[in-house]
C-alpha cells in the first residue's frame, strides 16, 4: 500500500478511537509545464506540487473538519495536531450532518469506472484519450485492494515531457520552425473511512495533458485526459503534428483553383451576400407583400433567449412563406418581444432577435453530399464590399478538396446567387452579422465567377 493511502486510513482510524465515524481525505497534486524552441532538447521546465490532508469527524450533534498541506517529506509524520483540531471542531459542529452512508456507493467487489466530464476551451484540435478511474474496496480484501491501488498508481504516471517532445519533433520532422508548451497534471485522491460501519478506503487517479504549439506558421494542439494506455498519447501528438506539417505544406503551396464547375458557399459566405437585401425587406414589409427570395427559401425570426425591455422572450415567428411576407415591420412595445434602444440615440425600435434561412426540403441534402460534388468550396469571410447595383464583393479563405488555395473574390447579386443555387445543406450553422445572428445552410452554385487572389508568400 502506497504511503499516501497508509495516511489516509491513520487518520481515519484515530479519529474514529474517540468518535462515531472519521473520514480522511489525501489529495496529492503535480502540475508540471514544460517550453521546446526549435528542434533541440527541453529547454525551460517548471513545476508545482502539494499535499492536501483533510479530516472529517462526525461529532454528537454534526460533523467537524480541519485540513492542512504537507510535503512529501511529511507523509509518514504524525498528524496529532490535525486530529485534535478535528476533534474539538466536531465536538462543537451543531449541523446535524452526519457521514453514515459514505463511500456506500463504491462496491467492494470490483473497481468503479466513471466518465469525466467534457472540457471547455481546449486547445485546437482538442481529442481525448481516457477518463477517470476510481478503484474502491473494504477491509475484508486487503490484497485485492493493494493490487487495486498499486493499478491505480501506475495508471496515473504519464509520459514524460521529453517523451512528448521528442515524439513531436519526429512526427514534424523537416519542420522550419517548432515550438510547443505541454502542461502535465496527474493527481492522486485516497478517502478512508472508520468507525462504527467498518473500514473503507476509495482510490482515484487522474492525469491531463495539454499541448499547445506552432509549426511553420501553424497552430497546433490537443487536450486529453489519460488513462492505462499512455501510447494513445503520443500517438494524438504525432497525429497533431503531422495534421500541421500537412497544412503548413499547403499554405506554403496553395492549391491552383482554376475555374470550378460546381461552388460551395460557406454560411458566412451565404448570409453577407443575402442578409442586406433581407434586412431593408424586412425594415419596409407588410404582410402580403412579396419577398425577393424564391418561393422555396423560407426565412423566419428564431426568437431568442433573452428579455427585451418589456420582459418579453422573443419566440420563433415565420417572416417570408412561399415568396410572400407573413409580417409586417413590428412596432415598438406591440408585444412581440423584438424592442429594443439604439445604442446612439436610445430611441426604442423593433429590431430582428435572430435571422433564420432555410430551403425547402426538395432543395437540400447532406453536407457531405455537397462536399463530395463541389470541386472547389470558400470559407471564411476575409473582407465584404457592397458595390453599385447591388451586387457584393466577397473575398474568403479558399480550397480545394483537402488543400488550401488562399484567399479568392466572387462578385454575385442575391439574386444571381439564388437563381444559380444548386442545393442548400440540411444543417445550418450559426453566423454573426454586425449585431444579427444568422442561422444559415451551406449552398452549392454552379456558373459563379471564382477568382484566385495572388500570394505574396
Given at each position: ?31 508540471v509545464?514544460s517550453?521546446?524552441e ?30 492542512e498541506?504537507?510535503?512529501p ?6 498528524r496529532?495536531?490535525?486530529v485534535?483540531?478535528?476533534?474539538a ?21 470490483r ?12 486547445a ?5 484519450a ?26 496515473g ?9 521528442a ?7 523537416g519542420?522550419?520552425e517548432?515550438?510547443?508548451d505541454?502542461?502535465v497534471?496527474t ?5 478512508a ?18 499541448l ?11 487536450s486529453?485526459?489519460l ?23 499547403s ?9 470550378p464547375?460546381l ?6 459566405v451565404?448570409?453577407?451576400i443575402?442578409h442586406g437585401?433581407?434586412v ?11 419577398a425577393?427570395?424564391?418561393?422555396w427559401?423560407?426565412v ?13 422572450v422573443?419566440?420563433?415567428v ?7 411576407w ?7 412595445f ?9 445604442g446612439r ?17 426538395a432543395?437540400t441534402?447532406r ?41 479568392a ?18 444543417e ?15 449552398a ?6 471564382l477568382?484566385?487572389l495572388?500570394?505574396?508568400?
Amino acid at each position: 500500500m502506497s504511503a499516501l493511502a497508509e495516511l489516509a486510513r491513520r487518520l481515519a482510524r484515530e479519529a474514529s478511537r474517540r468518535a462515531p465515524r472519521a473520514l480522511a481525505t489525501v489529495h496529492e497534486w503535480r502540475h508540471v509545464r514544460s517550453q521546446l524552441e526549435g528542434t533541440g532538447e527541453v529547454e525551460r521546465s517548471a513545476s508545482k506540487e502539494g499535499i492536501l490532508v483533510t479530516l472529517r469527524v462526525e461529532g454528537p450533534r454534526g460533523v467537524g473538519s480541519a485540513e492542512e498541506w504537507i510535503g512529501p517529506a511529511e507523509v509518514a509524520g504524525p498528524r496529532n495536531a490535525l486530529v485534535r483540531a478535528a476533534l474539538a471542531l466536531a465536538r462543537e459542529a451543531r449541523d446535524g450532518g452526519s457521514l453514515r452512508g459514505a463511500l456506500e456507493g463504491f462496491d467492494p467487489a470490483r473497481p468503479e469506472r466513471r466518465g469525466a466530464a467534457p472540457r471547455s476551451g481546449a486547445a485546437p484540435r482538442s481529442r481525448r484519450a481516457g477518463s477517470l478511474a476510481a478503484t474502491s474496496f473494504d477491509s475484508s480484501s486487503r490484497a485485492k485492494g493493494a493490487r487495486l491501488l498499486a493499478q491505480d498508481e501506475r495508471r496515473g504516471a504519464a509520459p514524460t515531457a521529453r517523451e512528448i517532445f521528442a515524439a513531436l519533433r519526429g512526427a514534424a520532422r523537416g519542420a522550419r520552425e517548432l515550438s510547443a508548451d505541454i502542461s502535465v497534471e496527474t493527481s492522486r485522491t485516497f478517502v478512508a473511512l472508520a468507525g462504527e460501519d467498518g473500514d473503507r478506503l476509495h482510490a482515484r487517479a487522474r492525469t491531463g495533458v495539454v499541448l499547445q504549439g506552432e509549426l511553420d506558421g501553424c497552430e497546433l494542439g490537443l487536450s486529453c485526459e489519460l488513462d492505462a494506455d499512455e501510447s494513445s498519447l503520443l500517438d494524438l501528438v504525432r497525429a497533431t503534428a503531422k495534421d500541421a506539417r500537412s497544412r503548413a505544406r499547403s499554405r506554403s503551396k496553395p492549391a491552383a483553383l482554376g475555374k470550378p464547375r460546381l461552388l460551395l458557399l460557406s454560411p458566412s459566405v451565404v448570409t453577407w451576400i443575402l442578409h442586406g437585401a433581407l434586412v431593408s425587406g424586412f425594415a419596409s414589409a407588410c404582410p402580403g407583400d412579396q419577398a425577393f427570395v424564391p418561393r422555396w427559401l423560407e426565412v423566419d425570426d428564431g426568437g431568442a433567449t433573452a428579455p427585451d425591455e418589456q420582459g418579453i422572450v422573443p419566440s420563433p415567428v415565420a417572416l417570408v412563406r412561399d415568396g410572400v411576407w407573413q409580417r409586417g415591420p413590428f412596432l415598438p412595445f406591440d408585444g412581440s418581444g423584438r424592442t429594443r434602444k439604439d445604442g446612439r440615440t436610445a430611441v426604442t425600435r423593433a429590431g430582428l432577435a435572430t435571422l433564420v434561412l432555410k430551403a425547402a426540403p426538395a432543395r437540400t441534402r447532406r453536407l457531405a453530399a455537397l462536399a463530395r460534388e463541389a470541386r472547389a468550396a470558400l470559407g471564411e469571410v476575409a473582407s465584404v464590399d457592397p458595390l453599385p447595383g447591388g451586387r457584393v464583393h466577397v473575398i474568403a479563405h479558399a480550397s480545394r478538396g483537402a488543400r488550401a488555395a488562399g484567399l479568392a473574390a466572387l462578385r454575385v447579386a442575391p439574386k444571381e446567387l439564388l437563381a444559380k443555387t444548386v442545393a442548400f445543406s440540411r444543417e445550418l450553422e450559426p453566423v454573426a452579422i454586425h449585431d444579427l445572428g444568422v442561422l444559415a445552410p451551406w449552398a452549392l452554385v454552379t456558373g459563379l465567377p471564382l477568382r484566385q487572389l495572388r500570394s505574396d508568400r
